[in-house]
């Protein structure tokens, strides 16, 4: 009790020292009391009061700032407003895949639109990738009873360990995809599945990805991670690096094709015979990649393949390498991959309780099977569940041996694992250190190559300019996907008029078609608009609630100016459960503003729509009519009222607040939190925000 005593006290203490908030005499006189019970002398008594004193003052306190326009669940509104729409968009991808089931033709020609639609999001990708051949520096090998261990890093920058069977002669090979297992390479389950293939004859490259193993990214200078994990260092990355068309999938993409262009190189390893694996995270990377390269003859994927549509309702998003912006928009499922290079042989390897929603699993391999089907080919689409949760266990691991030996050596026998000897993450490492940025200082690192390739693009950004006002909003408009008609928006006055000491206020709802509601309140000053007065919409990231007694807000109603309140949604009223949003993700929204992303709705873009809705709202007042509109914003919302300001002339001034001054900054500083509400895909490749201020 002492602890959380503690931090309440610290927490009202730090609340007596706000001065931009005004309280009520009653509630000055709690707050007097208690500065007077911090100062009491018997200590057990002093905790008691405090901590029954807190909780009734917290209470009181929220009690306050719960007088909600919109319905008791509104911070649920956004999330569903968001699930629905991507519902919608799967909809539409379930009844094209049904119809392209119709024929061999139509179903070659949803797989040739998967194709080209998964392209369009690999934005930069290059181009002959697959004769790009890395440098391979061989650091040491490891000696064991039936095959040996090399420590190959590729490119001067992939580390890697490559299973060698000691037989000679032309094998087949396995491109193995680690999960987010900081030890990546070196964690035991993956350890077993290399061994458990180097047995049976495979040559198997296992490989570091970006952020995990070696190849930690965000490290202080002697390697250690500046983040909680892989998991959370790629989600990180990959906001900056949307910013420029890129993401951190696009940087395993090209590893991976480096490695596999390296095991084509190799005399012993048969070109026509390579398959991957992968699991959890590299079971993403499995997806992804085996659609891309079609020298992968089979494709196993362990613990990530579901049914999307149902694990971002269910889950929400998950770690930024995971899922590719706009993936949504585009109508791309998780199946969709492996349809895009069906009939190839594919095993999913599933846990039955495993977090990966598990009936996803069987919808999607449901849809596969369906495809393979009807391309003569049902024996090619695989599946094993085991009664067991997240991971690549013992029993999928032979049951993914077994596939391999059918597929690529025509031997269908079943595989025991047996005992598999592992080995300490510093024998297999690559390096002295541990870390590839430790010992090479001159690779530049994801975060740095994100910022070369944004100076790249700033004559792109000037020319945004020379296009004149009405081609730059109409490139503004098509990358936050804004609509292209505005239906007009519905007005609802809610409750009574409130009668303060300086202002008279009014509740309203703003609804828009196919728009969730959007909570308002309009203060005027008690004695009337005076001449010369103006409209002024304050925006806050901490809600209207918090703006609703300020000095400013009071200031301007004093000089018979009249004053909009208004939470764009995700913010104050609308704001997401704190619950839903995993900490790991430095983002209180994370949930909404990635799945804003994955359908193709950028968050920022979406409150400029409703930005757009307060000044329709304004228009429609008698009263306010013909008055100039300011905006004046304290946070980041600010980013959504300058872009407001720039489409719509109606609004003629913006002053901002603590808000972002760029995009760049969020590339440079990547453990920022509560930053991805501001990404929009693709934008340092058009404009910049000073740009918009120009």
């Known amino acids: 009790m002492f602890n959380k005593t503690g931090a309440k006290i610290h927490y009202i203490k730090n609340i007596c020292t706000i001065t931009s908030i005004k309280f009520s005499t009653q509630e000055q006189l709690i707050i007097a009391k208690f500065r007077f019970l911090c100062n009491i002398n018997n200590e057990q008594m002093k905790k008691i009061i405090i901590f029954i004193a807190c909780n009734l003052f917290i209470s009181g306190l929220l009690a306050q700032n719960n007088d909600n326009i919109l319905s008791t669940k509104s911070h649920e509104l956004l999330n569903k407003y968001l699930v629905d729409i991507m519902h919608k968009q799967y909809a539409e991808r379930k009844n094209r895949l049904n119809d392209a089931l119709q024929s061999k033709e139509k179903l070659a020609a949803y797989q040739q639109d998967c194709k080209l639609q998964y392209k369009r999001l690999l934005t930069s ?13 061989s650091i040491g090998s490891i000696a064991r009873d039936t095959y040996t261990i090399q420590k190959i890093i590729l490119s001067k920058r992939i580390t890697t360990n490559l299973y060698l069977p000691n037989q000679k002669g032309v094998k087949p090979a396995i491109l193995f995809f680690c999960g987010h297992e900081m030890t990546s390479k070196a964690t035991e389950s993956y350890q077993k599945t290399a061994i458990l293939l180097a047995k049976q004859g495979f040559i198997v490259l296992v490989i570091d990805p970006t952020g995990q193993g070696e190849r930690v990214q965000l490290t202080d200078s002697t390697g250690k991670s500046l983040t909680r994990g892989s998991s959370t260092e790629h989600t990180l990355l990959n906001t900056g690096a949307g910013l420029i068309g890129w993401s951190v999938m696009n940087e395993e993409l090209i590893d991976n094709f480096m490695c596999m262009n390296y095991l084509c190189s190799r005399m012993d390893v048969d070109k026509n015979r390579i398959g991957c694996i992968g699991n959890s995270g590299g079971g993403a990377q499995t997806s992804y990649y085996s659609a891309m390269d079609s020298r992968i003859k089979a494709a196993a994927c362990c613990s990530w393949f579901t049914q999307r549509d149902r694990m971002l309702a269910i889950n929400g998003p998950d770690d930024g390498c995971q899922y590719l912006w706009n993936e949504g928009r585009t109508q791309l499922e998780i199946a969709d991959y492996y349809i895009m290079q069906a009939p190839r042989p594919t095993l999913i390897l599933a846990g039955k309780k495993d977090f990966i929603d598990y009936k996803g699993s069987l919808n999607a391999f449901d849809e596969l099977k369906q495809v393979f089907t009807k391309l003569g080919k049902p024996e090619n689409a695989e599946s094993f569940a085991y009664d067991d949760g997240h991971g690549i266990s013992k029993p999928k691991r032979e049951v993914a041996a077994r596939f391999f030996k059918k597929q690529l050596m025509n031997e269908d026998s079943p595989v025991t694992e047996g005992d598999l000897a592992v080995l300490p993450d510093s024998v ?35 020319n945004f300019q020379v296009f004149g006002v009405d081609s730059s909003r109409t490139i503004i408009k098509k990358i936050l996907n804004l609509p292209d008609t505005k239906e007009p928006i519905q007005i609802e006055r809610v409750g009574k008029k409130t009668n303060e000491a300086n202002y008279l206020g009014q509740a309203f709802i703003i609804s828009r078609k196919d728009e969730p509601e959007l909570p308002a309140r309009l203060l005027l000053p008690k004695n009337g608009l005076n001449p010369q007065a103006k409209v002024f919409v304050l925006l806050s990231d901490s809600g209207m609630q918090q703006m609703l007694h300020t000095p400013a807000t009071d200031s301007l109603l004093l000089k018979g100016n009249a004053v909009i309140l208004t939470d764009p949604r995700g913010i104050g009223e609308t704001k997401d459960d704190p619950a839903k949003n995993n900490k790991k993700y430095y983002n209180d929204d994370y949930r909404n503003a990635a799945l804003s992303l994955f359908i193709g709705r950028p968050l920022l873009g979406q409150r400029v729509v409703d930005i757009l809705s307060v000044l329709d709202f304004i228009s429609a007042q008698p009263e306010l009519q013909g008055l100039p509109i300011s905006c004046i914003t304290y946070g980041n919302i600010g980013v959504a009222a300058i872009h407001a300001a720039y489409l719509d002339s109606r609004l003629h001034k913006v002053d901002t607040n603590h808000c972002e001054k760029s995009w760049i900054t969020l590339i440079e500083n990547p453990l920022e939190k509560n930053k991805l509400s501001l990404a929009i895909p693709k934008v340092l490749m058009y404009y910049d925000i000073p740009l918009l201020l120009k």
Do not use: H
């Open 428 to 462: 297999l490492r690559c390096t002295k250190s541990g870390q590839m940025r430790v010992e090479v200082k001159q690779e530049a690192s994801m975060q740095e190559r994100d910022l070369e390739m944004a100076k790249y693009y700033v004559k792109n950004r000037n």
């Open 125 to 137: 990708f290059p181009k002959n990738i697959e004769s790009t051949f890395p440098v391979a520096d």
